[in-house]
Protein backbone atom coordinates (compact mmCIF):
# COMPACT_ATOMS: atom_id res chain seq x y z
CA UNK A 1 0.00 0.00 0.00
CA UNK A 2 1.79 3.57 -1.03
CA UNK A 3 1.81 6.14 1.69
CA UNK A 4 -0.48 8.89 0.23
CA UNK A 5 2.04 11.55 2.41
CA UNK A 6 4.92 10.43 -1.24
CA UNK A 7 1.82 10.62 -3.77
CA UNK A 8 2.95 14.09 -4.98
CA UNK A 9 6.40 13.75 -3.95
CA UNK A 10 8.15 15.36 -6.83
CA UNK A 11 11.69 14.31 -7.34
CA UNK A 12 13.67 11.01 -9.20
CA UNK A 13 15.35 10.07 -5.96
CA UNK A 14 18.66 8.38 -6.15
CA UNK A 15 20.41 6.75 -3.65
CA UNK A 16 23.69 7.50 -3.51
CA UNK A 17 25.06 4.34 -1.15
CA UNK A 18 25.55 0.88 -1.98
CA UNK A 19 24.69 -0.03 1.60
CA UNK A 20 22.26 -2.96 2.13
CA UNK A 21 21.40 -1.49 5.27
CA UNK A 22 20.64 2.34 4.15
CA UNK A 23 18.55 0.42 0.67
CA UNK A 24 16.40 -1.46 3.26
CA UNK A 25 15.94 2.09 5.39
CA UNK A 26 14.97 4.15 2.52
CA UNK A 27 12.74 1.17 0.86
CA UNK A 28 10.77 1.04 4.35
CA UNK A 29 10.29 4.55 4.67
CA UNK A 30 8.11 4.24 1.43
CA UNK A 31 10.54 5.80 -1.29
CA UNK A 32 10.90 4.48 -5.12
CA UNK A 33 14.37 5.33 -5.93
CA UNK A 34 17.78 3.86 -7.63
CA UNK A 35 20.95 2.90 -6.64
CA UNK A 36 24.03 4.31 -8.04
CA UNK A 37 27.61 5.11 -6.35
CA UNK A 38 30.20 7.15 -7.59
CA UNK A 39 33.69 6.01 -4.80
CA UNK A 40 35.48 8.91 -3.62
CA UNK A 41 38.55 9.09 -1.55
CA UNK A 42 37.45 8.81 2.30
CA UNK A 43 41.16 7.82 3.31
CA UNK A 44 42.86 11.44 2.79
CA UNK A 45 40.25 13.43 4.90
CA UNK A 46 41.64 17.26 5.69
CA UNK A 47 41.75 18.26 9.15
CA UNK A 48 38.56 19.18 10.87
CA UNK A 49 36.71 17.75 14.35
CA UNK A 50 35.84 14.30 14.49
CA UNK A 51 32.00 15.33 14.88
CA UNK A 52 32.51 17.26 11.29
CA UNK A 53 33.66 14.38 9.33
CA UNK A 54 30.28 12.52 8.52
CA UNK A 55 28.95 15.70 7.00
CA UNK A 56 32.15 16.41 4.79
CA UNK A 57 31.86 12.57 3.39
CA UNK A 58 28.18 12.64 2.56
CA UNK A 59 28.73 16.23 0.50
CA UNK A 60 31.68 15.27 -1.13
CA UNK A 61 29.81 11.73 -2.18
CA UNK A 62 26.78 14.24 -3.13
CA UNK A 63 29.53 16.43 -5.12
CA UNK A 64 30.58 13.71 -7.01
CA UNK A 65 26.76 13.55 -8.94
CA UNK A 66 26.94 17.30 -10.02
CA UNK A 67 27.22 16.66 -13.70
CA UNK A 68 23.94 15.17 -13.72
CA UNK A 69 22.54 16.78 -11.31
CA UNK A 70 22.88 20.02 -13.22
CA UNK A 71 20.83 17.90 -16.45
CA UNK A 72 17.82 17.14 -14.38
CA UNK A 73 15.96 19.64 -12.12
CA UNK A 74 13.86 16.64 -11.05
CA UNK A 75 16.82 14.62 -10.06
CA UNK A 76 17.36 14.18 -6.18
CA UNK A 77 20.79 12.55 -5.06
CA UNK A 78 20.71 11.41 -1.55
CA UNK A 79 23.88 10.74 0.35
CA UNK A 80 25.32 9.76 4.12
CA UNK A 81 27.72 8.64 6.19
CA UNK A 82 28.32 6.96 9.08
CA UNK A 83 31.15 7.52 11.95
CA UNK A 84 31.93 6.23 14.92
CA UNK A 85 34.08 8.02 17.16
CA UNK A 86 34.80 8.28 21.26
CA UNK A 87 37.71 11.11 22.65
CA UNK A 88 38.02 13.10 19.27
CA UNK A 89 39.51 9.38 17.65
CA UNK A 90 37.23 7.71 14.64
CA UNK A 91 36.67 4.13 14.36
CA UNK A 92 36.39 3.69 10.60
CA UNK A 93 36.14 0.53 8.67
CA UNK A 94 38.43 -2.36 10.38
CA UNK A 95 40.70 -3.61 7.66
CA UNK A 96 40.65 -7.02 9.01
CA UNK A 97 40.20 -9.42 12.07
CA UNK A 98 43.21 -7.94 14.25
CA UNK A 99 42.10 -4.65 13.97
CA UNK A 100 38.03 -5.22 14.18
CA UNK A 101 38.68 -6.63 17.53
CA UNK A 102 40.92 -4.13 18.84
CA UNK A 103 38.13 -1.61 17.88
CA UNK A 104 35.80 -3.70 20.04
CA UNK A 105 38.29 -3.94 22.61
CA UNK A 106 38.86 0.17 22.81
CA UNK A 107 35.13 0.40 22.75
CA UNK A 108 33.97 -2.14 25.26
CA UNK A 109 32.58 -0.78 29.01
CA UNK A 110 32.42 2.97 27.32
CA UNK A 111 30.54 5.34 25.76
CA UNK A 112 31.10 6.47 22.05
CA UNK A 113 29.20 8.45 19.57
CA UNK A 114 27.98 7.35 16.32
CA UNK A 115 26.94 10.42 13.92
CA UNK A 116 25.44 9.52 10.29
CA UNK A 117 25.24 12.80 8.18
CA UNK A 118 22.89 13.18 4.97
CA UNK A 119 23.05 15.34 2.01
CA UNK A 120 20.75 15.73 -0.22
CA UNK A 121 21.84 16.83 -3.55
CA UNK A 122 20.11 18.61 -6.43
CA UNK A 123 20.63 20.95 -9.07
CA UNK A 124 20.08 23.97 -6.94
CA UNK A 125 22.88 22.96 -4.54
CA UNK A 126 23.33 20.76 -1.37
CA UNK A 127 21.24 20.68 1.70
CA UNK A 128 22.94 18.48 5.09
CA UNK A 129 22.48 17.95 8.45
CA UNK A 130 24.06 15.38 10.72
CA UNK A 131 22.50 13.28 13.54
CA UNK A 132 24.57 11.90 16.76
CA UNK A 133 23.54 9.25 19.27
CA UNK A 134 25.42 8.08 22.36
CA UNK A 135 26.14 4.22 22.91
CA UNK A 136 27.26 2.67 25.99
CA UNK A 137 28.85 -0.84 25.26
CA UNK A 138 29.15 -3.21 28.44
CA UNK A 139 31.80 -5.26 29.48
CA UNK A 140 32.94 -7.42 27.25
CA UNK A 141 35.91 -10.25 27.84
CA UNK A 142 38.01 -11.24 24.57
CA UNK A 143 36.21 -14.69 23.73
CA UNK A 144 32.75 -12.58 23.07
CA UNK A 145 34.16 -10.11 21.02
CA UNK A 146 36.42 -12.87 18.60
CA UNK A 147 33.28 -14.74 18.33
CA UNK A 148 31.42 -11.55 17.39
CA UNK A 149 33.97 -10.66 14.83
CA UNK A 150 34.26 -14.16 13.41
CA UNK A 151 30.44 -14.84 12.92
CA UNK A 152 29.91 -11.55 11.55
CA UNK A 153 32.58 -10.59 9.93
CA UNK A 154 31.70 -6.50 10.41
CA UNK A 155 34.57 -5.04 8.29
CA UNK A 156 31.84 -2.80 6.29
CA UNK A 157 31.13 -1.27 9.09
CA UNK A 158 32.14 2.06 10.89
CA UNK A 159 33.28 0.85 14.46
CA UNK A 160 33.30 -3.19 13.63
CA UNK A 161 30.03 -3.46 14.26
CA UNK A 162 26.34 -3.57 13.65
CA UNK A 163 23.63 -2.08 15.99
CA UNK A 164 21.17 -4.77 14.49
CA UNK A 165 22.97 -7.68 14.79
CA UNK A 166 24.26 -9.78 17.86
CA UNK A 167 26.43 -7.51 19.24
CA UNK A 168 24.02 -5.05 19.06
CA UNK A 169 21.68 -7.27 20.83
CA UNK A 170 23.66 -8.60 23.04
CA UNK A 171 26.38 -6.09 24.02
CA UNK A 172 24.81 -2.96 23.85
CA UNK A 173 24.07 -1.62 27.66
CA UNK A 174 22.06 1.81 26.39
CA UNK A 175 22.02 4.10 23.91
CA UNK A 176 20.81 7.46 23.77
CA UNK A 177 19.12 9.39 20.04
CA UNK A 178 17.92 7.43 17.43
CA UNK A 179 18.40 3.65 16.88
CA UNK A 180 18.04 4.04 13.01
CA UNK A 181 20.99 6.82 13.32
CA UNK A 182 23.31 3.90 14.67
CA UNK A 183 22.09 1.42 11.88
CA UNK A 184 22.91 4.05 9.35
CA UNK A 185 19.88 6.57 8.55
CA UNK A 186 18.52 9.16 10.38
CA UNK A 187 14.99 8.07 9.38
CA UNK A 188 12.83 10.34 11.39
CA UNK A 189 14.60 13.22 10.04
CA UNK A 190 15.31 12.42 6.87
CA UNK A 191 11.86 11.44 6.37
CA UNK A 192 10.86 15.06 7.41
CA UNK A 193 13.72 16.20 4.73
CA UNK A 194 12.74 14.69 1.77
CA UNK A 195 8.88 15.73 1.87
CA UNK A 196 9.77 19.01 2.69
CA UNK A 197 12.92 19.71 0.84
CA UNK A 198 13.02 23.09 -1.36
CA UNK A 199 15.26 23.60 -3.85
CA UNK A 200 15.14 27.17 -3.35
CA UNK A 201 16.15 27.13 0.50
Known sequence: ???????????S???????????????????DFQVLVRPIDEENLPAMPVNE????????????????????????????????????????KPADRQQAIGMLMALQGQTHQVSTAVCLGHKSGLQ?????????????????????????????????YGIQEWFGMACIERIEGDFYTIMGLPTNK???ALLEFNPAV
Do not use: H
Open 128 to 160: SFTDTAKVRVRSLNLSEIEYYVDAAQPFDKAGA
Open 190 to 192: LYR
Open 53 to 92: VAEWLCRSKAQAFQDVLDADPKLLVLTADTVVWKDNTLFG
Open 1 to 11: MKNPALSAFPF
Open 13 to 31: LVLGSASPRRQELLQQLGF
